[in-house]
């Protein structure tokens, strides 16, 4: 659930991240979906699980790199 919470979050969200910012450049658009409770699983884990739906940009390469390591050093 954690991971699916900064892959969706936005500028405003507590979440927001690299990951974010690099999910956001990568996608139309990033959506949780529902959160999928530890008793659905067996053996049941300790976390909650998430359920994400990532739109790709038909566009998604063109300078994904540079902006990676420019990401990566902002929020390093």
Known sequence: LEAAQRFAA??????????????????????????????????????TSAVVRFVPRADRRAGRAALEAVTRGLFG
């Open 10 to 47: 936005g500028p405003e969200d507590d979440a927001y991240g690299s990951v974010s910012v690099l999910c956001r450049a990568a996608c139309e658009s990033v959506t949780l979906l529902r959160r999928v409770p530890p008793d659905v699983f067996w053996p049941r884990p300790k976390v």
